[in-house]
């Protein structure tokens, strides 16, 4: 697996242009394609990358929800370091606490889940001796992280900015 400094980007602008239709990307947020030649590190000033795969696999919509930003601000984790199935986690969480009409909140999160570092990207473990508050197997995802695009930066609350690379 290749690393955030070093994996292209292989996204075309059909996909991309898929991908903005089915999710409703706002043209506000300018989706641009990265060159070829490009990496999610080498980020060009005012954007951030978004994973493609976070939209169909995670679930994530833009504008990010407060829960998403405030668990990622907790663990001081870069959004581009996130890996699919770490956010997944977090989207799941989110949903499960909103479908037992509970307001989702990082110290509940953290009840559950730990963070972890490995190959370079961030994601999330359940802790030891606590039931797994969702136990589907996720399944593996070949190639999640060279599918990406730039948007604006103003997608993430200023305050979380610091963790956008």
């Known amino acids: 697996m290749g690393s955030i400094t070093s994996l292209k980007c292989v996204l075309t602008q059909e996909h991309l242009?898929?991908?903005c239709a089915k999710y409703f990307v706002p043209e506000e947020v300018h989706p641009q394609l990265p060159s070829s030649d490009a990496t999610m590190h080498e980020r060009p000033t005012g954007k951030i990358g978004m994973y493609t795969r976070f939209f169909d696999y995670a679930n994530y919509r833009i504008p990010?929800?407060?829960?998403?930003?405030?668990?990622?601000?907790?663990?001081?984790?870069?959004?581009?370091?996130?890996?699919?199935?770490?956010?997944?986690?977090?989207?799941?969480?989110?949903?499960?606490?909103?479908?037992?009409?509970?307001?989702?909140?990082?110290?509940l999160f953290r009840y559950f889940y730990t963070h972890n570092y490995k190959n370079g990207w961030f994601g999330f473990t359940k802790r030891p001796n606590v039931r797994a508050c969702y136990s589907k197997n996720l399944d593996s995802v070949k190639n999640w992280n060279d599918h990406f695009f730039w948007v604006d930066e103003f997608v993430v609350p200023a305050n979380a900015r610091l963790f956008l690379s």
């Not at 663990?75 to 997944?88: D, E, K, T």
């Open 17 to 19: 242009d898929a991908i």
């Open 64 to 107: 990010f929800s407060t829960f998403f930003v405030s668990v990622l601000t907790h663990f001081r984790i870069p959004f581009s370091q996130l890996s699919v199935f770490g956010s997944a986690k977090v989207s799941h969480f989110e949903i499960l606490c909103r479908v037992c009409n509970i307001e989702p909140d990082v110290s």
